[in-house]
């Protein structure tokens, strides 16, 4: 059997296995499919060899060949190499060290208002100005930056997901395989209203319909697709000339997530709220599956360190008044 149909057909057993305890491992399948090809394309018939998953790991599109990336890729390879020893005893597990370690979390784009203000602006401004294209990208932005989606959450919404008379939305068996109801801002819902409407003056609607639609040719009325998205995401970041103030080299969509439970932590803080007792509630609406999740997308974030430290020499001062 030649090494691209074992391979191939061992990733499925692993990924199946490994699902069936509730795991979803998409960015593991698309890492061991892109494996198991690179050793097809490279004619290597033997067994999975620690210098053919060097070779693999040191691949990236962006040809930078940074140790992180290769660091990044072994740790999601080295689980699925120790399971394939059972069946093929010569399996070699590459050392986790070979590329360092693998760097810790990295801090994200926290945007402004201004900023998202100005994104969906630029979004509006798209051409053919007024069009359905350009309320799609505008309303999926801003509903994004607004209740804190993944990409893939905002996607995947059907039309009979978005309640507008309830003004919230059904997020089904998203990633954590677990479905959630968020209620939204009125203005939020506004905007949801309005893009509806036009959508469904273009384009056929049934309950079935994806709420964010392909608006061009053949893609007209089918599901917007994330590739899609994301390349026009980075034309309207490059227009508009932003420059990265987290650490992954660029703004992303994703950052916008981040951003709304900075700033609404940052809100709490400002109402007097007890955060510690709120951070069940914002983890609940993110769909995290543990608390420490959502606390772990607040680490690191200037915004929220220079209001800890406030805090904290308040706290100070106060305990030193008292000393006197």
């Known amino acids: 059997m030649n090494t691209r149909t074992y391979l191939q057909a061992k990733v499925d057993d692993y990924l199946a296995e490994r699902r069936q305890l509730g795991f979803e491992l998409r960015s593991m399948e698309y890492a061991l499919t892109s494996l198991a090809s690179f050793a097809a394309s490279s004619g290597h018939e033997r067994a999975l060899t620690a210098e053919l998953m060097t070779e693999w790991a040191r691949l990236d599109k962006k040809q930078s060949h940074l140790p992180a990336t290769g660091a990044r890729r072994i740790e999601v390879v080295r689980p699925f190499a120790r399971w394939l020893c059972q069946f093929e005893p010569l399996t070699e597990v590459l050392d986790e060290s070979a590329f360092g370690p693998v760097p810790g979390r990295v801090a994200p784009h926290i945007y402004r208002e201004d900023e998202i203000v100005a994104l969906m602006g630029a979004a509006r401004d798209m051409e053919p100005k007024g069009s359905l294209r350009s309320a799609t990208f505008e309303t999926l932005f801003g509903l994004i930056a607004s209740a804190g989606l ?99 080299g660029e703004p992303r969509i994703h950052d916008l997530r981040h951003t709304f439970a900075v700033r609404r932590v940052m809100l709490w803080h400002a109402q007097g709220i007890n955060v510690d007792e709120a951070m069940l509630s914002l983890s609940t609406y993110l769909g995290h599956a543990k608390i420490s999740k959502t606390y772990w997308y607040l680490t690191g974030v200037p915004e929220l360190v220079a209001l800890a430290g406030a805090k904290f020499e308040h706290y100070a001062q106060a305990a030193e008044a008292g000393d006197e």
């Open 150 to 248: 993944r990409v893939s959450e905002a996607l995947a919404l059907l039309d009979s997901d978005v309640d507008l008379k309830d003004g919230a939305l059904t997020v089904r068996l998203s990633k954590c395989k677990k479905s959630r109801w968020l209620p939204l801002h009125p203005s939020t819902v506004l905007a949801l209203a309005r893009y509806r409407e036009l959508r469904s003056r273009q384009v056929p609607t049934t309950t079935e319909t994806h709420f964010f639609v392909g608006t061009r040719g053949r893609l007209l009325g089918q599901p917007l697709g994330d590739r899609q998205v994301h390349r026009v995401f980075r034309e309207l970041s490059d227009k508009l000339g932003w420059i990265d103030r987290g650490c992954h």
